[in-house]
């Protein structure tokens, strides 16, 4: 089944600073990478995904990019804030079992 | 309005009762899955029903049954509860099984004592 490593598990930066989480993957038919943020005492939140035929997305702040080849993606926060302030998931999926990242819990300090 | 709910949102019970989680979904997604995170934050997948059909059927014990009354709706029940059972349970939703975004309910925070 897919094995999908994620590091680190805590990352603590200056407010407007730039944070960056890694994962990688096992399975190659794996073809859907979300992100999911999950703040205190609530659900996980999609906050960006990406999809096998696409190298780079970008949404504000927030930017994920993609090797295949390699079978790694990253999250890229730029200018991080307080409120960024979360435990961060990666993920895969396309092949009905959605696997998870181990979480890395990111503190932005003020 | 609510798009993934659960209920209860804190059950407190002793070693060896059994118990029910709902979850209810009013996004006609056509999967819902159920997650137990433990105390390290780590996200386990449990069971994931689409269409009224069990496709994901995780190595947990079976003392506990999902069950689907229908396509916006489904339950977790677990017998003869262990301490090792205490732990977050979230319900989610997707559009698609695997390959789509998931929609994560409030969770449900589970103490065997």
């Known amino acids: 089944g897919e094995n999908v490593e994620q590091h680190p598990s805590t990352l603590s930066v200056q407010e407007g600073d730039s944070a960056v989480i890694k994962c990688t993957y096992s399975?190659?038919?794996?073809?859907?990478f979300p992100w999911y943020k999950q703040e205190l005492g609530k659900g996980p939140q999609l906050i960006i995904d990406?999809?096998?035929?696409?190298g780079e997305k970008k949404d504000q702040r927030i930017a994920v990019t993609l090797n295949k080849t390699a079978k790694h993606f990253s999250l890229h926060i730029t200018e991080t804030q307080p409120e960024d302030s979360a435990v961060y998931f990666c993920?895969?999926?396309?092949?009905?079992?959605?696997?998870f990242g181990r979480g890395t819990s990111l503190i932005v300090h003020p | 309005d609510t798009a993934v709910s659960q209920t209860p949102k804190y059950l407190v019970t002793q070693m060896g009762n059994d118990k029910s989680i709902k979850c209810e979904q009013n996004?006609?997604?056509?999967?819902m899955y159920w997650y137990k995170q433990d105390s390290k934050k780590f996200l386990k997948i449990m069971f994931s029903?689409?269409?009224?059909?069990?496709?994901i059927n995780e190595t947990v014990p079976n003392r506990f049954s999902p069950k689907s009354p229908d396509k916006a709706h489904l339950n977790l029940h677990i017998n003869s509860l262990e301490l090792g059972d205490s732990a977050v349970y979230f319900c989610?939703?997707?559009?698609?099984?695997?390959?789509?975004?998931?929609?994560f309910g409030p969770g449900t925070r589970l103490t065997v004592l």
């Open positions: 989610a939703s997707s559009p698609l099984a695997g390959e789509r975004e998931q929609f």
């Open positions: 993920a895969t999926g396309g092949s009905y079992i959605p696997t």
């Open positions: 399975d190659s038919a794996s073809n859907y």
């Open positions: 029903y689409n269409n009224k059909e069990l496709i």
């Open positions: 990406i999809r096998s035929n696409v």
């Open positions: 996004l006609g997604h056509d999967t």
